[in-house]
């Protein structure tokens, strides 16, 4: 069964710092790989999607994301964030088109002024 | 990509009650998935609902108090049946979009049990 670990509970920045959230996931085949935000209040949006091609993805608001397959992992990375970047950040995985997500439980992004 | 729209966005229950959740896309989506984010956790699977056939259930989950059906290929509902406090989370539709192979989700109905 697939899973997917997030490093981070929780981390706290300060603004024009640079983000890294860790994501390992555990799926033997082929997988498609998200990134998701949650807004304080908001519903789920989309920030990158990986499926095949360059690993390295670049998603909304500066966000990228680089795949490495040896190592499981797709790592969410920005190079410095803002205060309107605080919000949940949720890795989730599937096994291809009309699959179910599987979530990871999540990281919050504290980001001060 | 498809827009859901999903309510009630938000709704206040007695306990013993029960509370129907509509998802409504537009557009035609072969698959569509119902998932529960309790309070402070992640998004977990409840069921798959396809077209013309029973839902799937994920463990955990049953079809008794979690109702679904999928009667059309743009809309489905979601009953959360017989109430209790634990059952206060949010709930998502999603979709996925053939071709496109994006996945979309609802803005979700926030339920508190009292």
């Known amino acids: 069964a697939q899973s997917v670990s997030q490093h981070n509970h929780h981390v706290i920045l300060s603004e024009a710092a640079s983000l890294e959230l860790g994501c390992n996931y555990s799926y033997g085949g082929t997988v498609n790989l998200f990134w998701y935000v949650q807004y304080p209040g908001q519903h789920l949006q989309l920030l990158l999607k990986?499926?095949?091609?360059?690993?390295l993805v670049k998603g909304i608001k500066g966000f990228e994301a680089e795949f490495i397959k040896s190592k499981f992992s797709f790592n969410l990375r920005k190079p410095s964030v803002q205060w309107s970047d605080t919000a949940e950040y949720f890795c989730a995985v599937n096994a291809g088109y009309g699959q179910n997500f599987v979530f990871g439980p999540g990281t919050r992004l504290s980001v001060l002024p | 990509s498809a827009v859901i729209s999903q309510k009630p966005s938000r709704d206040i229950c007695q306990r013993g009650t029960s509370l129907t959740i509509q998802c409504q896309v537009d557009s035609q989506v072969t698959m569509m998935f119902w998932y529960r984010q309790q309070p402070g956790q992640s998004l977990t699977l409840i069921a798959t609902?396809?077209?013309?056939?029973?839902?799937?259930?994920e463990s955990g989950f049953v079809i008794d108090k979690f109702p679904i059906s999928r009667p059309n290929l743009t809309f489905s509902t979601l009953t959360v049946s017989n109430m209790s406090p634990e059952d206060s989370s949010i709930y998502l539709c999603?979709?996925?979009?053939?071709?496109?192979?994006?996945?979309?989700f609802g803005s979700g109905t926030r339920l508190t049990v009292v």
């Open positions: 990986y499926f095949s091609g360059d690993p």
């Open positions: 999603s979709v996925a979009e053939q071709g496109a192979q994006g996945y979309t």
């Open positions: 609902a396809n077209q013309g056939s029973e839902a799937t259930y």
